[in-house]
C-alpha cells in the first residue's frame, strides 16, 4: 500500500485548481472510485473540476445527477459525444494547475515500463515510442496538444493515468505515483533533511531500493538520529531524492544512500543530486569522493560524472565494509594519485 504524505503535498496544492477529464466508458467503469477521489480532494481545500462526454439522454440522468449530488463542488463540464473529447478539454481556456487524464491503461515505452515523468522536449523527442500506449489509439496527437498547452503556460502539470481504486489519490499524495506526469517547470532545491516528514519520505525511498537488494537497511530511527548527514533533492518543494553524506578522512567524503524516487528516475534528478552534494562538500573542504555501489542505474549515473571504479589502497578497510561492491572514485581539482 503507497505511504500517502498528505500535509506535505495537500499544501502545495491548497487553492490550485485541479481537472479530472474521463470519457464516458472509463467514468461509467470507475464511477464510485472516481467520485470518492474527488471528494478527497475536496476534502483537503483543492478545488476541482470534472470533464466527461456522457450523452444527454434520459438513460443516463440518474448518472448525472448523481454527479451533480456527491460533487456539489466540482464544476462539471460535459463534452458533447460527437467531439474531439480531448482537443475539447485541452481546448478550455482557464488555466489549470493539474490537468488529470484518467485512462485505461498506463503510457508506457517500448520495452513496456511504465513511464514515470516527462518533459514536453523529452514527450517529442519520444513520440514514437508511444503508439498504443494507452487505449485511445489517437493520443499521439494528444501528446502534441499537452506539449502545445504546457508551453502556453496554460497548464502546469498534466497527469495521465489508469483509472482504479485511488487512482488519483495516489498520484497526487505520493512519492511513487500511479501515472506518467508531463511538466516543464519543476523546481528543484537540494538540501539538508529538516523535518520528521522529510525523514519518512527518505526511508520509504530508501526502502524500494533496499527491497531490490542495492542498499543496507537503513531504520527510521537511524535516519532520525543521522538526519544532519542526510541531504535531499526536493521538486517543487516534495522530496524525491536523497544521499547520505560520510565523512571518511579529512579529504574524502563517501556518497551514501545514493537513491531517487522511481517517479523521477531519467530525469536527470540523479545528475542533479550528486553534483549538489558535490558543491555542498566542496563548500565544507572536500575534495575525494566515494561511492559503492551495485545498482547498475546508478554506476553508470557515477560513470557520467567522471567517477572511476577503482579500488584504491586508502580505502580499503571502507570497501572490506562492502565486500564485492564496486568502489567509484572521483577528485575535484588536480589529480590525486592512487596511495
Do not use: W
Not at 445527477?65 to 467531439?83: D, F, G, H, W, Y
Not at 545528475?271 to 545498482?295: C, D, H, K, P, W
Amino acid at each position: 500500500m503507497p505511504q500517502l504524505y498528505l500535509h506535505q503535498y495537500a499544501k502545495h496544492l491548497a487553492g490550485r485548481l485541479v481537472s479530472i477529464a474521463c470519457r464516458e466508458g472509463i467514468l461509467r467503469d470507475h464511477f464510485g472510485e472516481i467520485v470518492a477521489d474527488i471528494k478527497f480532494l475536496a476534502r483537503t481545500d483543492v478545488p476541482t473540476s470534472l470533464f466527461h462526454n456522457l450523452p444527454n439522454r434520459f438513460a443516463n440522468q440518474k448518472l448525472l445527477k448523481e454527479l451533480e449530488k456527491k460533487l456539489p463542488n466540482t464544476k462539471m463540464v460535459r463534452i458533447a459525444p460527437e467531439a474531439d473529447f480531448y482537443a475539447a478539454v485541452l481546448g478550455q481556456s482557464e488555466t489549470v494547475h493539474k490537468l488529470i487524464f484518467l485512462e485505461r491503461r498506463s503510457l508506457i515505452d517500448r520495452q513496456g515500463n511504465k513511464i514515470n515523468a516527462l518533459t514536453t522536449k523529452r514527450v517529442r523527442e519520444s513520440l514514437a515510442d508511444f503508439a498504443d500506449a494507452i487505449a485511445n489509439v489517437n493520443f499521439k496527437d494528444t501528446m502534441k496538444q499537452i506539449c502545445e498547452k504546457i508551453e502556453a503556460g496554460a497548464v502546469d502539470r498534466v497527469h495521465i493515468l489508469p483509472a482504479g481504486k485511488d487512482a488519483i489519490k495516489h498520484e497526487l499524495f505520493t512519492v511513487e505515483g500511479t501515472g506518467t506526469m508531463i511538466a516543464n517547470n519543476f523546481t528543484e532545491e537540494f538540501r539538508q533533511v529538516k523535518t520528521d516528514e522529510d525523514v519518512a519520505i527518505v526511508f520509504r525511498i530508501l526502502t524500494s531500493y533496499k527491497r531490490a537488494g542495492f542498499l543496507k537497511p537503513r531504520s527510521k530511527e537511524y535516519l532520525s538520529r543521522n538526519r544532519e548527514r542526510f541531504f535531499v533533492t526536493a521538486i517543487d518543494g516534495i522530496v524525491v531524492g536523497c544521499v547520505e553524506q560520510k565523512v571518511i578522512d579529512a579529504r574524502t567524503v563517501e556518497l551514501g544512500a545514493l537513491a531517487i524516487s522511481t517517479r523521477f528516475r531519467n530525469q536527470r534528478v540523479g545528475v542533479y543530486t550528486v553534483n549538489a552534494f558535490i558543491g555542498a562538500m566542496q563548500a565544507e573542504g572536500y575534495s575525494r569522493f566515494i561511492s559503492l555501489t551495485r545498482n547498475p542505474r546508478l554506476q553508470d549515473l557515477l560513470r557520467q560524472l567522471g567517477f572511476v571504479e577503482e579500488s584504491r589502497p586508502e580505502y580499503a578497510a571502507r570497501q572490506s565494509e562492502s565486500p564485492g561492491v564496486t568502489l567509484f572514485f572521483k577528485a575535484i581539482g588536480k589529480a590525486v594519485p592512487a596511495a
